[in-house]
């Protein structure tokens, strides 16, 4: 089994910055790509941004140039860093790990961008 704690969500102001993190622990298999998906209240769970197990990155159209999408693989530890920051953007950001062995899921993050 593989467990994954997101942190880093908060409160932010437009234009401004967070760091997501998401720390997998368990039994994980290489090799293993990441994913950050987010959620709006009324609205479906989204893709935001991927890192593949071949290390390719993909983004959302609505993302794209100012979220980035990192992995530290000796800490089994993924982010995202969010710049530029709109009210839009505003969800609840979860973090997933998939691999041939699984697909596993974080509790998710609190993201609220407002003035």
């Known amino acids: 089994q593989v467990q994954l704690v997101e942190s880093g969500g908060g409160l932010v102001q437009p234009g401004g910055s967070l760091r997501l993190s998401c720390a997998a622990s368990?039994?994980?298999?290489?090799?293993?790509?990441m994913g950050w998906y987010r959620q709006a209240p009324g609205k479906q769970r989204e893709l935001v941004a991927r890192?593949?197990?071949?290390?390719?990155?993909n983004y959302a159209d609505s993302v794209r140039g100012r979220f980035t999408i990192s992995r530290d693989s000796a800490r089994n530890t993924g982010y995202l860093q969010m710049n530029s920051l709109k009210p839009e953007d505003t969800a609840v950001y979860y973090c997933?790990?998939?691999?041939?062995?699984?697909?596993?899921w974080g509790q998710g993050t609190q993201v609220t961008v407002s003035s």
């Open positions: 890192i593949t197990t071949g290390a390719n990155t």
């Open positions: 997933n790990l998939y691999s041939s062995f699984g697909d596993y």
């Open positions: 368990g039994s994980i298999f290489r090799p293993y790509g």
